[in-house]
Nanobody
Framework: QVQLVESGGGLVQPGGSLRLSCVAS????????MAWYRQAPGKERELVAV???????SYADSVKGRFTILRDSVKNTVDLQMSSLKPEDTAVYYC???????????????WGQGTQVTVSS
């Protein structure tokens, strides 16, 4: 059993900052990529940022320079530090991890339940 649990969402004013956290727990042999996605009302889920097991990062153009993805491979956590937030950043944010539960098994994606971020004055 693997669980991903996000925390840190909430209401923030435009220009403000917020930090999301996600922890993966359960039977985990190895985690490959960890990522944050978001889904705004009426829109498709989109990739926000991803970090590989080697520490390489990639960001959506819309968040470059404002968001930072941070991974702790010992604690199996991935955070998303968000700054200079805009109303268009309002969405449910989801954590995803590509991992294997046993060394002999293949990897698959696991998702968190999501956390709401609302940017509004």
């Amino acid at each position: 059993q693997v669980q991903l649990v996000e925390s840190g969402g909430g209401l923030v004013q435009p220009g403000g900052s917020l930090r999301l956290s996600c922890v993966a727990s359960g039977i985990i042999a190895k985690i490959y990529n960890m990522a944050w996605y978001r889904q705004a009302p009426g829109k498709e889920r989109e990739l926000v940022a991803v970090v590989t097991d080697a520490g390489l990062t990639s960001y959506a153009d819309s968040v470059k320079g404002r968001f930072t993805i941070l991974r702790d491979s010992v604690k199996n956590t991935v955070d998303l530090q968000m700054s200079s937030l805009k109303p268009e950043d309002t969405a449910v944010y989801y954590c995803r991890a590509d991992l294997k539960t046993y060394w002999w098994s293949g990897s698959r994606d696991y998702w968190g339940q999501g956390t709401q971020v609302t940017v509004s004055s």
